[in-house]
Structures are given as structure tokens and as C-alpha cells.
């Protein structure tokens, strides 16, 4: 959504034949919004017409002296239908400021890295539309993760949780190469897992959570939720099942989830997190019930 | 990146005009909980009375010569502010019963896409049963 889309627009306009002399509603917006570009005074009348978004974005950057103390910038980028969070922050570092740092790359919730904090929720930048946010738009770096430079957070402490569950499929009865077996699941199976494999790591569910933030040795919910994906596997062996939940149900496991559901409310793929969680809780006591 | 900058606990308290009903299930479900435990003790505090009531210790209430223990319960129970908190304590037990079903439930992995109703039905019925309660709770006390 930056202006090199809406050039081309304009220059074609008046080569058409028929719409010459008549002015439609789209170039008037666009001429409106050319104009409140240029002129500085006529922001906020624009503004009032719903023509720009004001957006307030955290600003951090620890290698400039002026910059170490954490501000917040204002941005007026101008509306268009359809905008989402991360076209409005991509239009201020394009158009404003170029010095503007947030992680982004495939811009349809698939590479999970444009998670930010948006007026007080964890959201994908992306998938969140500009027109269903209250302004101004408050956009901050993820809560409970250090901050690296503006909108840019440290991940490390996620990627580690996420590697402590083994997240890969393991199975000690791998058929054997030269048959050319294939490892079939059953679609019951893979409907039971489906929801846990839409998991694109970008971490809002482990910074919305209260108790991740208060204990760092927390797993998390991405993690146990990848954990739930290969433990629900059938394919897997029991052995390897149970030392999957060996993990899991450690003091720091899943045990430390108290039901706040935050994380299923800002999972941006919908993952019902929490009733992963819980099915796990579960399994862990059927595994160590014995009755004799 | 030498270095980084820890933004503490921002999202935490400050921010409860955000919360959503999860999260306030759980804030109000460990409040009742220290709120009973609190009980717990002037609960104690207050039945041990019959302990000296049992070793034959008097006390006047009322210009009357009552046990002990018949005379801490109702000199408590004449006090209006006792009949405001015990409404209290009525409200708060039944918001952390009908929650703690709630969490079994949610244990138990039935209706967890309703878990925010279930939260507004138990704050409702919390709501409802504590005002009914109160002209049984405030009956025969002046201010």
C-alpha cells in the first residue's frame, strides 16, 4: 500500500476515453489525498474525513545517543480500503522515516514475523485491519521480550522453548529406505492435529501469557502446542509418546498453565491453545494413574 | 546487538481495561481464593470462643449473663457491618464455587469456546443470588 501503486493509477485516469470530464469518487479520494500530502495543514482535515490513519509507534534504537530512550512517534499515513497494520508501518518507513525497524516478509500470515502489540493486544501485523482499530493506532514491539530496536524483539528465549519439546517427528520404526514405504497417518489422526500444525512461531501467545511472562522457564503455549502436535501423532510409538510427555509435565511444564485463555484469544491462526493444553494436563495424569 | 532494552512489565496491571474475560476470571478467581483462606482464620478465631464457652466462661451482652461463645455470635451478628460482609463472603464463595466449575469443566475439556459466557453466567449468578440473599442476611439489624 505505498504511493508506487497508486502512480499508475493516476497517469492512466485521464488517457480514458470515457471517464474524461467526469471525475469519479476514487480520483477525487486520490486527489483529496495528494493534496493532504502536500499540505501540511490540511492533516487534520483529513484526518476528520477518515483519509489518514494516525498511527503511534514505539521507537527505541539503542546505537543512537538521542534514541536510547524509548519514545513514541506519530505517523499520519494515508487511508486506503483494505490497509492493515503492517501497510501502514511499511507506508511511514517508506514515506517518513526510513530508520523505522520492524521484522516483516510474506505479508499474509504465513512467516509469523510481524507479530507487534496493537492498542494493548497481541496481533500479526498483516492480518489486522487498520479500519477495525480505534485511533490513534498504538503499536509497540511484543510485551515481555527485550527490545532490540524498535518494533523489533529478541526471540531467542521463544526459539529455545520451542526446540526444548522436540519439535520433529521421531519414530525408531522408520520403514526402510529401500521399500519405499510411506508413514501414513489416518485423516482422523491428522484432523485431531490439524489445528496445532498451523503454528507459524511468531510468539504472540507467549507474550500475551501472564504466566510466561512472571516464569521464564515456562514452556509456553507455542511450545506445548508443538509439543500436543507429534505426542497426538499415532505414528509416533508409545515410547516416545511418553517421554514426550515426560517433558511436559515437568514443574515448568504444562502444569504451569492456569486458563487464562490469552493466548487462544491472540493466536493469530486460531489455534485453540488452552484446550491443547489442558488434553496434555490430561493425558499426564492418565499416564502416571495406576490403579492396583 | 550489544544492547536491548527490557520493557518490564507493561501489559500487567496497568493495562485491565484490556484484560479479557480469562484473565479476569482468573485475577477474580485468586482473589475470592485469598479472600476465603482470610475467612478461614477469623472463622477459627471466632468458633474457638466455644472452647472457653465449654470451660464455663460468661461474658454479658445485653445486660444478660450469656456462655462465651453464644456472646461473641451474637454481639458479631448485631453488628451491621458483620451482616454487610457476611454478604460479602456469600458473594465471594459463590463466585469462587460457580468459577471453580467453570475450571472443571475447562479441565475437563468440555466448552472451551464458551469459557468467556460461562465467566459472564457465573459473574450473573453471583450477582443474582447475593441480592437475593440480602434480606435474609440483613433481617432483624438497625444501623
Known amino acids: 500500500m505505498s504511493t508506487q501503486q497508486q502512480e499508475p493509477e493516476s497517469q492512466e485516469s485521464p488517457q480514458d476515453p470515457e471517464m474524461k470530464g467526469t471525475e469519479s469518487p476514487q480520483q477525487r479520494r486520490l486527489k483529496e489525498k495528494q493534496e493532504g500530502m502536500v499540505d501540511e495543514h490540511a492533516e487534520d482535515e483529513a484526518e476528520a474525513a477518515g483519509e489518514t490513519v494516525h498511527i503511534k509507534v514505539f521507537r527505541y534504537d539503542p546505537e543512537v545517543a538521542d534514541k536510547q530512550e524509548p519514545r513514541f512517534d506519530d505517523f499520519h499515513v494515508p487511508f486506503e480500503k483494505g490497509m492493515t497494520v503492517l501497510d501502514a508501518v511499511m507506508y511511514a518507513r517508506d514515506e517518513f522515516d526510513s530508520s523505522l525497524t520492524f521484522r516483516h516478509s510474506c505479508r499474509q500470515a504465513v512467516c509469523g514475523s510481524d507479530a507487534f502489540f496493537v492498542n494493548g493486544s497481541q496481533m500479526l501485523g498483516c492480518k489486522t485491519q487498520l479500519s477495525e482499530l480505534e485511533q490513534p493506532v498504538r503499536i509497540e514491539p511484543l510485551p515481555h521480550q527485550e527490545v532490540v530496536k524498535d518494533l523489533v524483539v529478541d526471540m531467542d528465549h521463544f526459539y529455545d522453548q520451542m526446540h526444548a519439546v522436540e519439535p520433529y517427528f521421531q519414530d525408531e520404526e522408520t520403514p526402510d529406505a529401500s521399500d519405499l514405504e510411506e508413514q501414513r497417518q489416518t485423516p482422523e489422526n491428522r484432523e485431531k492435529i490439524k489445528m496445532s500444525s498451523r503454528c507459524i512461531w511468531c510468539g504472540a501467545c507467549m507474550s500475551s501469557c501472564n504466566i510466561a511472562a512472571g516464569d521464564n522457564e515456562y514452556l509456553g503455549p507455542a511450545a506445548i502446542n508443538k509439543a500436543y502436535k507429534f505426542a497426538m501423532d499415532d505414528r509416533e510409538s508409545e515410547e516416545i509418546k511418553e517421554h514426550r510427555l515426560r517433558i511436559l509435565e515437568q514443574e515448568h511444564g504444562v502444569w504451569r498453565c492456569q486458563t487464562q485463555f490469552s493466548c487462544t484469544e491472540v493466536c493469530p491462526k486460531d489455534i485453540p491453545l488452552t484446550e491443547h493444553i489442558q488434553e496434555l494436563k490430561r493425558e499426564a495424569v492418565k499416564k502416571n494413574l495406576k490403579f492396583w | ?143
Open chain 2, 1 to 143: 546487538m550489544s544492547q536491548s532494552y527490557n520493557r518490564g512489565l507493561i501489559e500487567d496491571f496497568g493495562r485491565w481495561k484490556e484484560f479479557s474475560a480469562g484473565m479476569w476470571a482468573w485475577i477474580f478467581h485468586k482473589f475470592t481464593g485469598w479472600m476465603l483462606i482470610g475467612y478461614l482464620f477469623t472463622h477459627i478465631a471466632v468458633l474457638s470462643s466455644a472452647i472457653a464457652a465449654a470451660d464455663g466462661q460468661t461474658m454479658m451482652l445485653a445486660g444478660e449473663q450469656v456462655d462465651a461463645y453464644t456472646g461473641t455470635l451474637q454481639g458479631l451478628e448485631s453488628l451491621f457491618i458483620v451482616r454487610v460482609l457476611e454478604v460479602g463472603l456469600l458473594a465471594v464463595a459463590v463466585f469462587h464455587i460457580l468459577n471453580g466449575v467453570r475450571l472443571l469443566m475447562v479441565d475437563l475439556g468440555v466448552g472451551l469456546t464458551a469459557q468467556d459466557k460461562s465467566f459472564y453466567a457465573s459473574l450473573v449468578l453471583t450477582g443474582v443470588i447475593t441480592v437475593a440473599s440480602v434480606p435474609t442476611f440483613m433481617a432483624g439489624v438497625g444501623l
